[in-house]
């Protein structure tokens, strides 16, 4: 989900836009840890972007708006969506560490839950020492990532990518033997997803990324605790979405 966002985005700060890494070449033989290359996002430690957000829930449209985001590696992420001319802002959501977090300024409430995972983009040595396996289909490779406890072994995620050129298509994330959240990507700059779908239960969203700039310095405070009068469950925000 998920997947900050500033007002400063707009004012006079120079933007700089940088040159994404290409992806690597394709070998002939195609392995877990080739297809893991492709997700390896160890790099990236900040991202910036203007994007356009919408939003569906049980598959009718609740609206389209525009915000802007902050991504500071391995796990902080803050969206603020305008209202329009961008003078007010409609809702910020913060994600920290396995938490997320929704403001609405405009009542005062802030809803609050946690997802099944604690990273925003995949990390290479988490990748690296994880038990994997790997499947083919007709036009897709699929990308099993196991997770060993006192339980035994359950799924913990599954990566997929076109046989075509490699590309990461998909991402699912499960937890206790069920899928919580749905991504996938639909177009990237260099290897940034930069147009993404994410599904959580009944939501969808689909975001575009604009303006991206990689690894420039940004104040902490992007991703601050948000603060209100009332704090409900995240899963009320998503019902309110429903009703809408």
Known sequence: I???ILLLFTGCVKKEILRQPSPPPIPE???PEVLLKRVDFSDVRTIRAAIRL??????NPKGTFSGALFYSH???LNIRIFGPLRLTTLMETLFDRGTIEVL????????????????????RNTLANSIKFLEESDDMYL????????????????????????????LELYEDGKRQVKIEIYKTVGMVP??????????????????ITI??????????????????????????????
């Open 54 to 59: 919408r939003i569906q829930q049980g598959g």
């Open 143 to 170: 990308l099993y990532i196991i997770e060993q406890g006192g339980s035994g072994t359950r799924l913990k995620a599954k990566y997929t990518f076109s046989k075509t050129d490699l590309s990461w298509k998909a």
């Open 194 to 211: 930069s147009e993404i779908g994410i599904r959580l239960q009944d939501a969808s969203f689909h975001l575009e990324l604009k303006d």
């Open 2 to 4: 998920l997947f900050c």
């Open 215 to 244: 690894n420039k310095i940004f104040d902490d405070d992007y991703f601050k605790a948000l603060n209100a009068s009332q704090t409900l469950p995240l899963s009320y925000f998503l019902r309110n979405l429903e009703q809408k």
């Open 104 to 123: 609405i300024p405009q009542k005062d409430v802030l809803y609050s839950g946690t997802v099944a995972f604690d990273r925003l983009l995949p990390d």
């Open 74 to 76: 391995p796990d902080r």
């Open 29 to 31: 033989n195609v392995t």
